[in-house]
T-cell receptor, first 114, second 117 residues
C-alpha cells in the first residue's frame, strides 16, 4: 500500500491564482481530512469528508473548496490564492469505527503564495 | 470545545538519556483518543503512540511510553534511551470517540526536541 499520497510536494503561486492540491489513499478509508500547518502552531482542520459525496467544513475553511467523488481521492481547491494561505498542507485518512482511530498523514505540500 | 496544550516549546536531552514531554487537554467527554505524533524535518507526520481513554493501562511502544492521567487530563510522553533520530517536533493530539464523530484531530502547539550527542 502506498498509504496517503499528496501532489505536488512544493508549489509557488501568485496572488489570485487557483490550484488544486491532490490527495489519494489506497487503504479504503472512509474518513479523509485536510489540515494546514503554520509556524508555531499545530495542524488546523480545513475540510473533511466522512465518505464519497459527503464533505463538511472544519476550523479554517474560508478560501478552500473540496469534493469527494470517490473513496480514494479528496482534492483541495484554492479558488483565489492569498498570501495568508502560505502554509504546509496535510491530507489525512482513517478507517471507520473506534478500532480505526488512528489517522494516517500524507507527506505534505508546501505552498507559497506571493 | 476541546483544547490541547503543550507548554514546552522546546526541550533538549542528551543522547541515551530520558526525556518527558508534557501535554494537557480539556474536554467534557469521557471517551476519546490521545495521540503523540512526531514530525521530523522531512515534515512527515508519524504516529508515535496512541491511548484510548477507557484504558487505564498506559500505552507503550518500544522506547516510547505515556503517562495518562485521565482525572488530571494529562498525557505526557516519555522517551527512553534517546537517539539522535528522535530529534523532531512532537505534537500531542486529541480525537473524540463516539457515534457520528468526524475524526477531527485537535493538535497542541508542538514541542521541538533537540537530542545532543
Amino acid at each position: 500500500n502506498a498509504g496517503v499520497t499528496q501532489t505536488p510536494k512544493f508549489q509557488v503561486l501568485k496572488t489570485g491564482q487557483s490550484m488544486t492540491l491532490q490527495c489519494a489513499q489506497d487503504m479504503n478509508h472512509e474518513y479523509m481530512s485536510w489540515y494546514r500547518q503554520d509556524p508555531g502552531m499545530g495542524l488546523r482542520l480545513i475540510h473533511y469528508s466522512v465518505g464519497a459525496g459527503i464533505t463538511d467544513q472544519g476550523e479554517v475553511p474560508n478560501g478552500y473548496n473540496v469534493s469527494r467523488s470517490t473513496t480514494e481521492d479528496f482534492p483541495l481547491r484554492l479558488l483565489s490564492a492569498a498570501p495568508s494561505q502560505t502554509s504546509v498542507y496535510f491530507c489525512a485518512s482513517r478507517g471507520r469505527g473506534w478500532k480505526q482511530g488512528t489517522q494516517y498523514f500524507g507527506p505534505g505540500t508546501r505552498l507559497t503564495v506571493l | 470545545a476541546q483544547t490541547v496544550t503543550q507548554s514546552q516549546p522546546e526541550m533538549s536531552v542528551q543522547e541515551a538519556e530520558t526525556v518527558t514531554l508534557s501535554c494537557t487537554y480539556d474536554t467534557s467527554e469521557s471517551d476519546y483518543y490521545l495521540f503523540w505524533y512526531k514530525q521530523p524535518p522531512s515534515r512527515q507526520m508519524i504516529l508515535v503512540i496512541r491511548q484510548e481513554a477507557y484504558k487505564q493501562q498506559n500505552a507503550t511502544e518500544n522506547r516510547f511510553s505515556v503517562n495518562f492521567q485521565k482525572a488530571a487530563k494529562s498525557f505526557s510522553l516519555k522517551i527512553s534511551d534517546s537517539q539522535l533520530g528522535d530529534a523532531a517536533m512532537y505534537f500531542c493530539a486529541y480525537r473524540s470517540f463516539g457515534s457520528g464523530n468526524t475524526g477531527k484531530l485537535i493538535f497542541g502547539q508542538g514541542t521541538t526536541l533537540q537530542v545532543k550527542p
